[in-house]
């Protein structure tokens, strides 16, 4: 099973998860669902590991 994180979003605060592997820890910008909003994850309010 694909380790994930849980991100929230600086903008709407909506909470999504991410594959762990694949982009926790890079400089990927990450895409909101809720409002579609592409932040760094440094720039998210809170992660969950
Ligand atoms: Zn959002």
Same mark, same amino acid.
């Given at each position: 099973?694909? !380790?994930?994180? =849980?991100?929230?979003? $600086?903008? +709407? *605060?909506? !909470?999504?998860? +991410?594959?762990?592997? /694949? #982009? !926790?820890?890079? /400089? =990927? #910008? #990450? #895409? +909101? $669902?809720? +409002? @579609?909003? !592409?932040?760094? @994850?440094? /720039? *998210? $309010?809170?992660? /969950?590991?």
């Amino acid at each position: 099973m694909a !380790r994930i994180f =849980w991100v929230t979003c $600086p903008r +709407c *605060s909506g !909470r999504f998860y +991410c594959h762990y592997t /694949d #982009l !926790r820890h890079t /400089d =990927w #910008l #990450l #895409l +909101c $669902p809720y +409002c @579609q909003h !592409r932040f760094h @994850q440094n /720039d *998210s $309010p809170r992660i /969950d590991d």
